[in-house]
């Protein structure tokens, strides 16, 4: 017993403090020597950081897969019984969602075995919070794609009357549109996805799901999201 304490306290006291002020020294000098040591120390912990939060987000994703994968029929798009699911969580006014639209437009052609989940969430403000509840509202009558396609088309301040009219292009019934706006169904709705979304740690969006294997925030380009596929279905 007496040997293990007095092996601890030996490795308690490997440097003395003349020793361990050398060792400051050295590392010190070695700073000025070579700034680029502290700046490669501090890009290994954000990786490393950022690493950790990627697994945290996908752990998650996986706890919580049958609510984040499911949606109204009106909000899945491509195959309804695709092998793969990927999610997309979209705010209508946000420039890089916009830039994708084509690009997942093509993916789905492209990809026929692919289900495609729409979490629309308002992450940009009160326009966002407008264009989303004018999105949902229009799913009531059977217009949620084609709204969402114009609004996400559109620079218009989302003011009622511009709403209306779209609405009303539409062949809405414009006054039920406008109540819908306001429903408890389309405010649980919204919120829903925004819990959805602070449970995969969403940082902006677009923000991806590709099934349970990796959760991809930001644009892509179509190569980028053909080889991600390619990775989700080895995992399948």
Request: net charge neutral; glycine share 6%; with cysteine.
């Amino acid at each position: 017993m007496m040997g293990e304490v007095q092996a601890q306290e030996i490795s308690l006291h490997v440097f003395n403090a003349e020793q361990r002020k050398a060792i400051v020294e050295v590392v010190r000098q070695a700073l000025k020597d070579d700034p680029t040591i502290l700046i490669d120390a501090m890009q290994s912990l954000r990786q490393k950081s950022a690493e950790h939060q990627q697994a945290q987000n996908l752990a998650n994703v996986r706890a919580n897969w049958s609510t984040i994968s499911t949606a109204p029929r009106y909000a899945v798009r491509g195959n309804p019984q695709g092998a793969v699911t990927i999610v997309e969580f979209l705010d209508p006014r946000c420039g890089y969602c916009r830039r994708m639209a084509p690009i997942v437009d093509d993916f789905l052609k492209r990809h026929s075995d692919v289900r495609l989940v729409e979490k629309v969430v308002p992450v940009l403000g009160a326009a966002s919070v407008v264009d989303t509840r004018a999105i949902y509202a229009a799913a009531f009558q059977g217009h949620y794609d084609s709204m969402r396609r114009a609004l996400m088309q559109d620079a218009a301040k989302p003011d009622d009357g511009h709403l209306k009219e779209i609405a009303r292009q539409q062949g809405m019934d414009v006054g039920r549109f406008m109540k819908d706006m306001s429903s408890p169904a389309v405010v649980e709705m919204i919120k829903s996805n925004l819990v959805q979304a602070q449970t995969i740690g969403l940082d902006g969006t677009p923000t991806f799901v590709f099934g349970q294997a990796a959760v991809v925030p930001g644009a892509m380009d179509a190569d980028q999201m053909d080889r991600l596929l390619k990775a989700t279905q080895g995992k399948h």
